[in-house]
């Protein structure tokens, strides 16, 4: 025989081997960049793979925001924690910029609703579509600063509990809460300092009844619509702007079609990592207690990465030309008298008990 032909031989005879045991490529027991499809090589959750036949589960983790965001860092650190406390079994992958749900967050509720992304991180503003109750958080000047919107979050009110486990009854699962940088104002008309100058103001807004609510009663014409429409609509002079943290508006870019931005304060928020129930529930109580954990890390990581992506996004908006201002709390002030028709509007779709007990926890956390 041929040297040739040997070879072809001893080469045809190990592919028959590695087919007979059942060999495959082994693959990384980590994160990526949100490349391919939502489940990895393994399949879908609870599907088997990896090397040496080991059983794992691919855990999909989606989000809006880029691979340098905070939302991004506080999904690297929860798919770390996750590996680690359950020995390499649950192998996480970051979908970030949108890329599993067209950067549409109503859709990425809905895929974690069913289990199609297993994980997701959003805007507390954007889980109210599914859970109104939680606007509570969003009331126009309720909170003047983050620390506040912390203390809030993690004070263990009664009423503020009970709703965050609702989400229950529609399909999702709270695994952590974290504040979320606050709501500014950002044009391209002029500069805002006073309430007056919002009047002439036509701005995008999210899909929230009660920041359109909210935005109305400043006198500013809300338009409401989807985070991958607002840089063209600002740069087709469809809107002058858009409500939004400086934070989000670096990371998407809008503050590069934007001439003006002023930092009031005027609506809290929160992140929010989220997990599909279906998948929660088919876990051991032991590895939901890891997940619940999970999303404490994911909390406690993003929070201290929003308060120093702020002074990027800052200094990143100066050397654009972004003039900034920054609304005096004499201002603020009566930019929340003026929303004092919104504060009964939503004040009557609770019970009074309830209603007292959340602005008694909104005290505590001032205090």
């Not at 935005?215 to 985070?227: D, H, K, Q, T």
């Not at 989000?248 to 003006?260: M, R, S």
């Not at 404490?296 to 002074?311: C, I, R, V």
């Amino acid at each position: 025989m041929t040297k040739r032909l040997i070879s072809c031989m001893l080469a045809a005879a190990m592919m028959l081997s590695l087919a007979a045991c059942g060999g495959t490529p082994s693959q990384p027991n980590g994160s990526g960049n949100g490349s391919g499809t939502p489940g990895g090589t393994s399949g879908a959750p609870g599907g088997s793979g990896g090397a040496n036949n080991t059983e794992t589960v691919s855990v999909s983790f989606a989000h809006n925001s880029t691979e340098v965001s905070p939302w991004n860092q506080g999904v690297e650190a929860a798919i770390a924690y996750l590996s680690e406390k359950t020995g390499g079994k649950y192998v996480g992958t970051s979908y970030p910029n949108g890329s599993l749900f067209q950067s549409n967050w109503e859709i990425l509720l809905e895929m974690t609703q069913t289990n199609s992304i297993q994980i997701g991180v959003e805007a507390m503003s954007a889980l109210a579509a599914i859970n109104p109750d939680v606007n509570f958080l969003c009331l126009p000047f309720l909170f003047e600063n983050n620390d506040q919107v912390e203390a809030f979050l993690n004070n263990d009110s009664e009423a503020w509990t009970s709703i965050i486990n609702s989400f229950e009854d529609v399909g999702i699962v709270i695994l952590g809460m974290a504040p979320r940088p606050m709501r500014q104002i950002s044009n391209t008309k002029h500069p805002v300092s006073t309430m007056e100058d919002l009047s002439d103001l036509t701005l995008r807004s999210p899909s929230n009844n009660l920041i359109v609510a909210a935005m109305e009663a400043l006198g500013i014409n809300a338009v409401p619509m989807s985070s991958g429409e607002i840089f063209s609509a600002i740069q087709l002079g469809t809107v002058d702007g858009e409500d939004n943290s400086l934070a989000q508006q670096y990371d998407a870019k809008t503050l590069e079609v934007v001439k003006y931005f002023c930092i009031c304060n005027y609506i809290a928020d929160g992140s929010v990592m989220f997990c599909s129930k279906q998948f929660y529930d088919s876990l051991s109580a032991e590895e939901q207690q890891i997940l619940q954990d999970m999303g404490k890390e994911f909390a406690k990581t993003t929070y201290g990465a929003d308060n120093d992506y702020f002074d990027v996004a800052y200094a990143a908006g100066e050397k654009m030309g972004i003039e900034f201002t920054t609304m005096s709390a004499e201002e603020q002030a009566r930019c929340k008298d003026a929303c004092a028709s919104v504060y009964e509007e939503y004040e009557a779709l609770y019970d009074p008990e309830v209603w007292s007990q959340l602005m008694a926890a909104v005290d505590a956390a001032k205090s």
